[in-house]
């Protein structure tokens, strides 16, 4: 078999089993769960055998027209560099373990079929939006992603939460979408095509006619997708659909489509000196502005997705300052650490019956109910933390190293790169790498040294939820030291190698900030301890049943966390008059509903009152005038023939007189 019918095949057998799932589901729930794993892993091995092929050389490319336009053609087409053969292989890795750990995470859960189909579907867009080399086609995955988002987000739709996360999610990424889609309509223009080798041939040609305001529109979109500031106010909320999605969305799918994007096009980015500055400060302000939200927040989720929305400006740093290898490298580490942080937290949500960090800091012995949960969070906390030698460390390190070049003047592509971009980078990603190890050690704490009642005992997960804990386990600890000698083989062939100054600065940084914490904790835990509310959960109900509940009951038992009186919270020391604000997101969302959402609402209302009371009451006005005659009319219909046959002879009489007065000329 061709390795282009095999990467054919890696897209399609998630989208079929997605398909049969549906049709199967309600009538033989036998197979759902067969048609979940199976097709999904069979399509993570046919991305690892095209990889093999593919080997880092030349790209594997197939394209046949799928319709004329009349203009610019759109073709069904593949591209398959290193760049797409690894993210592939990524993608279909972490779906395999979301599926298999949805198996048991879901397993009384009676709409598991509809969520194991759209988390195929999910996973087939995301694999057609890495293996397309057509724009228009890579579209389609990207938009097929948002609709999967809005289903999967909104899982446990009886709770207002989920609703709520699941039209916000939609909404803000459509609001990218559509400069995005102009962009990528002017970029086509100004090619001659949507196909990525021609695009990317006009750019090497300095074809492109209008690279900023093309680059620019490509940036909303991609921030909207990748959840990066301003529009990266969803993800944190999104945190109320199930555990397994959102490991999925920020570890292999949708945010990290975004990055992918500006990587495979990234000649069309450095083509705009300005849209590379605008990118550096959007990632600047994305890295320490979440790193800074994520000390804040009292749901472990939460904490796990303002690091998410960091991690990604990172590597949105990387490719402002021209590195697309240091970019999808920490996208690669980044994707096995964050699935691994996102699953164990399901685990330990089941066994605490809560997902708030207060409640378990008044848990003790919970690392001892969750030995496989505990050990497999510390080691994806440390490469989250960026410690050597878990993964983190490389993949952060090379982004670090490519700022320091692009800052210096020393990179490859530094002609094209501002200095300005680089220093941006780099000031924010020193801050953030010390801000993000005081998230990572306060996550841990609060979860795992609690002191108080007795965790409660439910015995061990499901062998489904654990195996794949220690699935992901191993590349987190591992995959950084072995990939950063050989990806450069299979991406331009810069060197990924951490340098020295910015591995002891931000390793200095980091231990810094894990060890002030602890100093931290260690003050705060010594205060009087006072209690913050109730875990409202069943523990003994199945996993995904009790976070729901957790979900829901988490506001109301435990009022509002940012202001909430939580004297052992190591973040209200380090924070300070700072913590109340961080904790809802710097009033982001606040900023939106006073700039758009109630000017929006406030004009729907005035639209309303125009239809009502203005344009209805002329449409009532018109229809006054027949009404009346009509009534006139109806008086006259009295039914008696006596008055009918009066009426008809004076009629006649009139009308002869009428007529012999116009006769004689009277």
């Not at 500031?229 to 109320?240: C, E, I, K, S």
């Not at 996550?443 to 795992?448: E, I, V």
């Not at 061990?460 to 699935?471: A, D, E, F, K, N």
Request: proline share 6%; aromatic share 8%.
């Amino acid at each position: 078999m061709t390795t282009t019918t095999l990467a054919v095949l890696v897209p399609v057998l998630p989208f079929l089993g997605a398909a049969a799932g549906l049709l199967l589901g309600r009538t033989a729930p036998g197979f759902v769960r067969p048609l979940a794993v199976l097709p999904t892993f069979a399509a993570f091995v046919l991305a690892v055998l095209v990889a093999v092929r593919q080997g880092g050389d030349r790209p594997v490319e197939a394209a046949t027209q799928l319709t004329p336009t009349g203009s610019v053609p759109i073709d069904l087409a593949l591209y398959i560099d290193g760049f797409a053969a690894l993210v592939a292989v990524v993608v279909g890795l972490v779906a395999t373990c979301v599926q298999i750990y949805s198996t048991g995470y879901l397993r009384d859960d009676p709409r598991y079929p509809s969520y194991a189909a759209l988390v195929s579907l999910f996973t087939s867009a995301m694999l057609l939006v890495v293996y397309s080399g057509d724009l228009m086609v890579l579209l389609v995955g990207w938009e097929i992603m948002g609709i999967c988002s809005y289903f999967l987000v909104g899982h446990y739709w009886e709770t207002p939460e989920a609703r709520a996360a699941s039209l916000k999610a939609f909404l803000v990424t459509k609001l990218g979408d559509v400069p995005f889609l102009i962009g990528l309509f002017a970029l086509a223009s100004d090619a001659g095509s949507f196909r990525l080798t021609r695009i990317l041939d006009t750019v090497a040609d300095g074809g492109l006619d209008h690279p900023t305001p093309i680059a620019l529109l490509l940036l909303a979109g991609v921030a909207g997708k990748s959840a990066q500031f301003p529009l990266h106010t969803w993800l944190p909320d999104a945190m109320a659909g199930p555990t397994p999605v959102s490991a999925l969305i920020h570890a292999a799918t949708m945010v990290a489509a975004g990055v992918y994007f500006v990587a495979r096009l990234l000649p069309v980015f450095t083509a705009s000196a300005a849209a590379l500055v605008v990118l550096a400060v959007m990632a600047a302000v994305t890295m320490a502005g979440s790193a800074l939200a994520a000390l804040a927040q009292d749901d472990i989720k939460r904490v796990l997705a303002y690091s998410t929305i960091g991690q990604l400006g990172y590597m949105t740093g990387a490719l402002a300052v021209g590195d697309r290898g240091a970019a999808v490298f920490h996208l690669i580490s980044h994707g096995a650490f964050k699935a691994l942080l996102f699953l164990a937290a399901g685990v330990i949500i089941h066994a605490a019956g809560t997902n708030s960090l207060a409640a378990m800091s008044r848990m003790s012995n919970l690392r001892a109910r969750v030995p496989d949960a505990y050990w497999t969070m510390t080691v994806a906390l440390l490469a989250l933390a960026a410690i050597p030698p878990f993964s983190g460390f490389f993949s952060k390190e090379s982004v670090l190293g490519a700022a320091e070049s692009a800052a210096e003047g020393h990179a490859a592509s530094a002609g094209h790169v501002p200095g300005a971009a680089g220093w941006t980078v780099l000031v924010a990603g020193l801050l953030t790498a010390l801000l993000t190890a005081a998230y990572a050690t306060r996550l841990w704490l609060r979860a795992f040294r609690g002191q108080g009642d007795e965790a409660p005992d439910h015995g061990r997960q499901p062998l489904s939820m654990t195996v794949v804990l220690w699935v992901l386990a191993v590349p987190s600890l591992a995959l950084g030291g072995f990939a950063y000698g050989t990806l450069p083989d299979w991406f331009d062939g810069d060197d990924l190698a951490p340098t020295l100054t910015t591995s002891v600065l931000g390793t200095g940084l980091a231990l810094t900030g894990g060890i002030v914490t602890y100093a931290a904790w260690r003050y705060t835990t010594a205060l009087a301890r006072t209690p913050l509310g109730a875990v409202a959960a069943h523990p003994e109900a199945d996993a995904a049943t009790v976070e729901a509940e957790a979900i829901a009951s988490h506001a109301p038992a435990y009022g509002d966390v940012a202001s909430a009186p939580d004297p052992t919270d190591p973040s209200r020391v380090l924070l300070g008059p700072l913590h109340r604000h961080a904790a809802v997101g710097f009033h982001l969302d606040a900023v939106y509903t006073a700039l758009f959402v109630r000017p929006v609402l406030s004009g729907a209302r005035l639209v309303r009152f125009l239809d009502r009371e203005v344009v209805d009451t002329y449409v009532r006005g018109a229809g006054a005038l027949p009404r009346l005659l009509g009534a006139a009319v109806r008086r006259a219909q009295t039914g008696n023939v006596q008055t009918y046959v009066s009426a008809l002879l004076a009629g006649t009489v009139v009308l002869v007189v009428a007529a012999l007065l116009v006769a004689t000329g009277a």
